[in-house]
């Protein structure tokens, strides 16, 4: 199956010339997520404890101490609180491109571009044990204290709070940060913790993103199971089923999730009325939409928007 532009994350991380960036997700309660979603970049993921359903690749990992995982480019992921009070979560994002060295450089030839061409992936996880933990762990936590704190006040996000605008142009970070990771790097080839692989292809997860896709370009739409099915050549009975393993709800509940995420947006970005909201979201009746709003907010369009 052909990827399509559309099947994975917009948002870039960093800059054109430094795409690098740094988040931190904070989590109000139980259930609070960050939804299903993809991107180019690799993605480390540093947990400092909390309890916490990771999803990569329709995989599950129980989150449950201080741990880093990492995300491979183009691997489906989610994050899900098990507990209220869960502690939140750092990641630094980054194209493999801010490595780059000499083309017939060895490091290149032999690591960089081949963790670039999906022939070089990261390990899964690193737990506190692995005696390479301390020293990958201490220098992701270096470059989060450093972009906290730059020599010279530049750009850095963070989600759920802003830190100096939004990208890494100086040149004193940009080395700082390039070097850092090299240095991770450095550790989990010496541990011989990298993959290699022929081939980084997985149908079903490739089968989940085309269907997730198909719901965000048409949510505005009436949207039948049989055309979800369609798509991945299943009937409706074994797709339902299939889509609520991969996913963790079916696929009308996910949908209505989808499509009150967007009025959220709505509400909060625009000076649309309720009623054209309800439209613009897919929902042809109003009852229908403020009860699946209620459902997911635990209160009314209008309230939400008062206090917003």
Known sequence: ?????TLKEIRPHGSKTFPCAVYRTQFTGK?????????????ILYFFGGDFRLEINMEQFLVQSECLYFINSGELHSIVTEKSGSLGEYAI?????????????????????PIQNGKLLFP?????????FLSIRDTFIDIIDFMKNPPVKENVQIEGA??????IDDLTSQLYIRASILRMLSVLFGYQMLIPIEKNNNKRVEEIKAVLTYIKEHYKEKIYIRDLAGLINMNEQYFCRFFKKAIGRSPIEYINEYRIRQSVHLLADT???????????????IG??????????????LK?????
């Open 93 to 113: 994002v980054f194209n493999p491109s801010v490595l780059n060295l000499e083309p017939s450089d060895a490091v290149q030839l032999q690591l960089i571009q």
């Open 271 to 285: 000076d649309l009325s309720v009623t054209e909201i309800c439209l613009e979201c897919g929902y042809n009746n």
């Open 31 to 43: 259930d609070s997520f960050v939804k299903h979603h993809w991107h180019d970049e690799i993605e």
């Open 288 to 301: 229908n939409f403020l009860k699946e709003f209620r459902r997911h907010t635990q209160t009314t369009p």
């Open 1 to 5: 199956m052909q990827k399509s532009p």
């Open 162 to 167: 802003k830190l100096d605008g939004d990208q």
């Open 304 to 308: 939400y928007r008062g206090t917003n």
């Open 124 to 132: 899964r996880v690193l737990m506190p044990e692995h005696p390479a």
